[in-house]
T-cell receptor, first 113, second 112 residues
Framework: SQTIHQWPATLVQPVGSPLSLECTVE??????LYWYRQAAGRGLQLLFYSVGIGQISSEVPQNLSASRPQDRQFILSSKKLLLSDSGFYLC????????????FGQGTRLTVV | KNQVEQSPQSLIILEGKNCTLQ??????????LRWYKQDTGRGPVSLTIMTFSENTKSNGRYTATLDADTKQSSLHITASQLSDSASYIC???????????FGAGTTVTVRA
């Protein structure tokens, strides 16, 4: 069966520090991978998605970047965090075909102080 | 613009009671609609999927309905339990596009 791992679960970082959140998927190949941010009272906001190694599409201009160095690895990064980067970040992979269920990681609660 | 609106934003119900959550969407062309349950501090997990031709689908005490003509869906929770306390998110997938549209969710609190 397919599983998705995301870490860390919580993170407190000072303003101006770098960020690296990692997401890996097991049990599938060539998955479509996504990074979302969830703000209180709002729907999930798509940040980046990737349909293959090295292929990254950005949905929202911001202080963050994403990379996909391996087929089942998706990384969310920042060189210098801002206070506004605080939030709940979710990695997901979406199964292809007509069913298209999204499987989410456990999420990362990022607090920038 | 593809949008998904959910109501109410939050609700509180007593254990054993029923409740209904609403979802209106403007996503077009439509492929499917899923309801997800998200426990606090966790990732969402799919409860049900509704395609264009389906009107009602149940998963245990959860029953989802879909009216593709009016672009409305509902999620009914029967005989609520404390473990039903969570956020319920309506997610709509457009046809031939993997960019999902998410509602803001309805936070359900079940009290003993």
């Amino acid at each position: 069966s397919q599983t998705i791992h995301q870490w860390p679960a919580t993170l407190v970082q000072p303003v101006g520090s770098p960020l690296s959140l990692e997401c890996t998927v097991e049990g599938t190949s060539n998955p479509n991978l996504y990074w979302y941010r969830q703000a209180a009272g709002r729907g999930l906001q798509l940040l980046f998605y990737s349909v293959g190694i090295g292929q990254i599409s950005s949905e929202v201009p911001q202080n963050l970047s994403a990379s996909r160095p391996q087929d089942r690895q998706f990384i969310l990064s920042s060189k210098k965090l801002l206070l506004s980067d605080s939030g709940f970040y979710l990695c997901a992979w979406i199964q292809g075909g007509s069913d298209t269920e999204a499987f989410f990681g456990q999420g990362t609660r990022l607090t920038v102080v | 613009k593809n949008q998904v609106e959910q109501s109410p934003q939050s609700l509180i119900i007593l254990e054993g009671k029923n409740c209904t959550l609403q979802c209106n969407y403007t996503v077009s062309p439509f492929s499917n609609l899923r309801w997800y349950k998200q426990d606090t501090g966790r990732g969402p997990v799919s409860l049900t999927i509704m395609t264009f031709s389906e009107n009602t689908k149940s998963n245990g005490r959860y029953t989802a309905t879909l009216d593709a003509d009016t672009k409305q869906s509902s999620l009914h929770i029967t005989a609520s339990q404390l473990s039903d306390s969570a956020s319920y998110i309506c997610v709509v997938k457009p046809f031939n596009d993997y960019k999902l549209s998410f509602g803001a969710g309805t936070t359900v609190t079940v009290r003993a």
